[in-house]
């Protein structure tokens, strides 16, 4: 290598919440650096999760990190070139990637869902993961049954 690894960043915890998760969470949610404006849309889609969901007995919080959980991959599939093939290679995902594809997966399908504005749909996303159903929660099943698919080629790991 010829330079040394780029130094983490220290990501401040979210004002209403106090969670770091939350924080990293709006900032794949905002858009051209528009913070507060993710931050609002984030706070809205939690209330509106709250009222939807009263008989679920959890604060919107624990709701939301039951549905990330619910869309995190525990493996996937990369490309690697052996000879002139090129194989699908299933490989365990890393704990900070898990997390970023989970929130990535969960915003990327909030934001084609059908709907009045983005809290709505964020928040509608967010009640399918956690019920297990919806986009974000299909993409993470799909990796799972592809790397099933190609588990034959797991000695090609790197």
Same mark, same amino acid.
């Given at each position: 290598? /010829? !330079?040394?690894?780029? !130094? =983490? $960043?220290?990501?401040?915890?979210?004002?209403?919440?106090?969670?770091?998760?939350?924080?990293?969470?709006?900032?794949?949610?905002?858009?051209?650096?528009?913070?507060?404006?993710?931050?609002?849309?984030?706070?809205?889609?939690?209330?509106?999760?709250?009222? /939807?969901?009263?008989? &679920?007995?959890?604060?919107?919080?624990?709701?939301? /990190?039951?549905?990330?959980? %619910?869309?995190?991959?525990?493996?996937?599939?990369?490309?690697?070139?052996? @000879? @002139?093939?090129?194989?699908?290679?299933?490989?365990?995902?890393?704990?900070? $990637? !898990?997390?970023?594809?989970?929130?990535? %997966?969960?915003?990327?399908?909030?934001?084609?869902?059908?709907?009045?504005?983005?809290?709505?749909?964020? +928040? +509608?996303?967010?009640?399918?993961?956690?019920?297990?159903?919806?986009? &974000?929660? =299909?993409?993470?099943?799909?990796?799972?049954?592809?790397?099933?698919?190609?588990?034959?080629?797991?000695?090609? /790991?790197?």
């Amino acid at each position: 290598m /010829r !330079k040394a690894k780029p !130094k =983490k $960043r220290i990501i401040l915890p979210d004002p209403k919440y106090g969670d770091v998760k939350v924080t990293k969470f709006v900032n794949n949610l905002m858009v051209q650096g528009k913070k507060s404006i993710a931050f609002d849309i984030f706070y809205n889609a939690l209330d509106l999760v709250d009222k /939807r969901m009263k008989d &679920a007995g959890k604060s919107p919080l624990e709701i939301w /990190r039951t549905a990330l959980e %619910n869309v995190t991959p525990q493996v996937e599939v990369k490309s690697r070139r052996v @000879g @002139g093939a090129t194989f699908q290679v299933p490989t365990e995902v890393r704990p900070e $990637r !898990k997390e970023s594809l989970s929130m990535k %997966n969960l915003i990327q399908f909030a934001r084609k869902r059908a709907g009045k504005g983005m809290s709505d749909k964020l +928040a +509608a996303e967010i009640i399918a993961a956690y019920n297990q159903e919806g986009g &974000a929660f =299909k993409r993470k099943e799909d990796m799972h049954k592809m790397a099933e698919a190609n588990k034959a080629f797991a000695h090609f /790991r790197f």
